[in-house]
Structures are given as C-alpha cells and as structure tokens.
C-alpha cells in the first residue's frame, strides 16, 4: 500500500503458477506489485476492490434496514 507499494511479501514467488489465485486485498493500486509478480507467473489475480463493494452493500443493509 502506499506509500510502499514496491514492496512485496517474501513468499517463494518462483513456486508460483497458473493454478494458483492470488488475491490482495489492497485495492489502490488496482494492481499491486504482489498481483504484478503472480501475474508474470500465470496465476488468477484478484485485488481488494470486490470486497470492499461488498462490505459497503452489507453495511447500507444493517444501518438503512
């Protein structure tokens, strides 16, 4: 996340392949340096945008219900 958005989890990013998703939940930048280096490698990417609709909708439901 900013302002970082370089940085990476050390995870062992050349076991990584195309039956692997990876999803982060940061949503800004759309694509993260993480989604970027799983993308390179062929996995299903996923970013934090998705989520955050959903939390958003949820909310509106409990408080306007």
Do not use: C
Not at 23 to 49: S, W
């Amino acid at each position: 996340m900013s302002p970082e958005v370089d940085a990476l989890p050390p995870i062992p990013y050349k076991a990584i392949g195309s039956k692997h998703v990876l999803i982060d939940l940061v949503y800004n930048p759309t694509e993260t340096a993480f989604l970027h280096e799983g993308k390179q490698r062929g996995a299903v990417i996923a970013n934090g945008l998705e989520m955050l609709h959903a939390q958003a909708e949820a909310s509106w439901g409990i408080w306007n219900s």
